[in-house]
T-cell receptor
Framework: RKEVEQDPGPFNVPEGATVAFNCTYS??????FFWYRQDCRKEPKLLMS???SGNEDGRFTAQLNRASQYISLLIRDSKLSDSATYLC????????????FGAGTRLAVHP | GAVVSQHPSWVICKSGTSVKIECRSL??????MFWYRQFPKQSLMLMAT?????????EQGVEKDKFLINHASLTLSTLTVTSAHPEDSSFYIC?????????????FGPGTRLTVL
């Protein structure tokens, strides 16, 4: 079983739509959680951290459910520029705080 | 924000040759750098953790004699793919952590796309 699992998609949505991505992680010792965005043939870029209380950054809302080991990302009012692959990332405790990446969920926003 | 550069951005080589990829931290001193590999439609997989002045720590299944890592200074780490073969073709990305900053954030280089013929 992969440590971080995501639905690969693609999610094809029209501009203005609301879309939600889910992610599950297997290691209950995971302590930090993030969503990264990766454009085609580019490096990943941090989108936002995810906190147990839930957090929002503009059109993006992230939620963490530690009991279910589940992370979500909600994008409201999708823009064409939101088209990318969204990577769910967790960090375990100990060692060098390695980032463990999910394979990503692809989003395509169309006019 | 911090800037991490990689060189080259892409390389095409013949099977059996060795390829060196450089990762530079431009804004801060990076005692720790990470090397990842990403195959198409797959997640980034950590290959090794590189520490300035000491031996790198390799992940399970990554051959240390094939992927040589040198972290000789606080701003430069290199990954050498020795005797590259077509199955080594991948997107190699380094990242550094600014532990001296306000947040313990990792910054990624732009990646190096390796194609082995």
């Amino acid at each position: 079983r992969k440590e971080v699992e995501q639905d690969p998609g693609p999610f094809n949505v029209p501009e203005g739509a609301t879309v939600a991505f889910n992610c599950t992680y297997s290691n209950s010792a995971s302590q930090s959680f993030f969503w990264y965005r990766q454009d085609c043939r580019k490096e990943p870029k941090l989108l936002m951290s995810v906190y147990s209380s839930g957090n929002e950054d503009g059109r993006f809302t992230a939620q963490l459910n530690r009991a279910s080991q589940y992370i979500s990302l909600l994008i409201r009012d999708s823009k064409l520029s939101d088209s990318a692959t969204y990577l769910c990332v967790v960090i375990h405790s100990g060692g060098y705080n390695k980032l463990i990446f999910g394979a990503g969920t692809r989003l395509a926003v169309h006019p | 924000g911090a800037v991490v550069s990689q060189h080259p951005s892409w390389v095409i080589c013949k099977s059996g040759t060795s390829v060196k990829i450089e990762c530079r931290s431009l804004d801060f001193q990076a005692t720790t750098m990470f090397w990842y590999r990403q195959f198409p439609k797959q997640s980034l997989m950590l290959m090794a953790t590189s520490n300035e002045g000491s031996k790198a720590t390799y992940e399970q299944g990554v051959e240390k004699d094939k992927f040589l890592i040198n972290h000789a200074s606080l701003t430069l780490s290199t990954l050498t793919v020795t005797s590259a073969h077509p199955e080594d073709s991948s997107f190699y990305i380094c990242s550094t952590r600014d532990s001296g900053g306000a947040t313990d954030t990792q910054y990624f280089g732009p990646g190096t796309r390796l194609t082995v013929l």
